[in-house]
């Protein structure tokens, strides 16, 4: 009997040769307006493996506007995001916080989030068999950034004020309370995010990082693995400093750019780790050919697959063209049949 979508995933986490790697399409609303007859057909022809379960709070938190629409648009946290292209994300202009301590009341935690409607998730989770995610993508480093602006936030973490200090504690129970919330429904992971890297390097210093935020991303994989979920995590940028230390933690799986980093850099961590992508989506994606899409993922399958480890992921977004993005799920398939039965 073929394996379902979910058990692919599962596989593909404990490098367990499943029949094909996981796949996983990531598509921003520009592209979805762009390319609609093309996307149509990829997921026609590489139908994702993985589903989100959203939309199941009994009371929304407030927002006003549309993230992807040219304007403004306020989010859950009270941040307001200046938006000038159509179908992306825009930027925070205006900090809600000058200072820690007197602008704590202006920040709104959405605590809305915690009213989970935990048969409904779970109704969905039993509707589909596809590998489930939690609707919820807890980034205490970004929303910080968010609230106090990038420049801010970094001179705070330079010589961090006891209010900052506060704030982050309460942040993090926060959302140890709502992947907590999550991790007792029937999905299968809760995924986390934080742009942690440049195009070189990694925004603050190692030894900071692991001491002010290593330790939430812990609490987060050991609440998850307490509940029998795998933990996903998301990060831009060159991350190869901290990589043992997300094996260190328990982390399941990590979607970083490995070609910022060079997927032989990271080798060293194939077995102990799944990379969940991805495609280059800053040269290849938009301005290579299918035959480079071939070489780049020939690269991460020849250096980061271990029967498994390795999902089939790319970003569909500004720029990107649509037979690249087939041509990651296709070169994918080809690679791991091949894997499995030369």
């Given at each position: 009997m073929n394996a379902t979508p979910r058990e692919i995933v599962h596989q593909t986490l404990d490098f367990a040769s499943p029949a094909r790697a996981a796949r996983d399409?990531?598509?921003?609303?520009?592209?979805?307006?762009?390319?609609?007859?093309?996307?149509?057909?990829?997921?026609?022809?590489?139908?994702?493996?993985?589903?989100?379960?959203?939309?199941?709070?009994?009371?929304?938190?407030?927002?006003?506007?549309?993230?992807?629409?040219?304007?403004?648009?306020?989010?859950?946290?009270?941040?307001?995001?200046v938006n000038i292209q159509r179908g992306v994300?825009?930027?925070?202009?205006?900090?809600?916080?000058?200072?820690?301590?007197?602008?704590?009341a202006r920040v709104?935690?959405?605590?809305?989030?915690?009213?989970?409607?935990r048969d409904a998730?779970?109704?969905?989770?039993?509707?589909?068999?596809?590998?489930?995610?939690?609707?919820?993508?807890?980034?205490?480093?970004?929303?910080?950034?968010?609230?106090?602006?990038?420049?801010?936030?970094?001179?705070?973490?330079?010589?961090?004020?006891?209010?900052?200090?506060?704030?982050?504690?309460?942040?993090?129970?926060?959302?140890?309370?709502?992947?907590?919330?999550?991790?007792?429904?029937?999905?299968?992971a809760i995924r986390f995010m934080d742009d942690w890297g440049s195009q070189r390097a990694l925004l603050i210093s190692p030894t900071l990082w692991r001491e002010l935020f290593k330790p939430m991303y812990r609490d987060f994989a050991q609440i998850a693995h307490?509940?029998?979920?795998?933990?996903?995590?998301?990060?831009d940028g060159y991350i190869a400093a901290v990589y043992p230390d997300l094996v260190e933690i328990g982390i399941d799986a990590v979607n970083s750019q490995l070609f910022c980093m060079d997927p032989a850099t990271l080798a060293p961590h194939a077995g102990q780790i799944t990379f969940w992508g991805e495609i280059d989506r800053q040269h290849l994606l938009p301005h290579g050919t299918p035959l480079y899409i071939q070489l780049g993922v020939g690269a991460v399958h020849r250096h980061l697959w271990r029967d498994g480890g390795c999902s089939a992921q790319c970003e569909f977004g500004a720029g990107a063209r649509p037979e690249n993005v087939r041509a990651v799920f296709a070169t994918w398939n080809e690679l791991t049949t091949l894997h499995l039965h030369a």
């Open positions: 399409l990531w598509l921003l609303p520009i592209a979805a307006e762009k390319f609609r007859d093309e996307l149509a057909e990829i997921e026609r022809e590489f139908p994702s493996d993985f589903v989100g379960i959203v939309g199941h709070e009994r009371e929304i938190a407030p927002t006003k506007g549309d993230p992807y629409a040219i304007g403004e648009y306020t989010d859950e946290w009270g941040c307001t995001f994300i825009g930027e925070v202009k205006a900090p809600l916080v000058e200072d820690w301590a007197a602008d704590r709104h935690f959405p605590r809305e989030w915690l009213t989970l409607d998730v779970n109704r969905d989770c039993a509707a589909t068999d596809r590998f489930t995610f939690a609707g919820i993508n807890p980034r205490p480093f970004e929303q910080m950034q968010f609230l106090r602006g990038s420049e801010g936030l970094y001179i705070d973490l330079a010589d961090p004020p006891p209010a900052m200090l506060a704030f982050m504690r309460d942040l993090h129970a926060f959302y140890c309370e709502i992947i907590t919330a999550w991790a007792q429904t029937d999905v299968d307490a509940h029998g979920k795998r933990i996903f995590m998301h990060s």
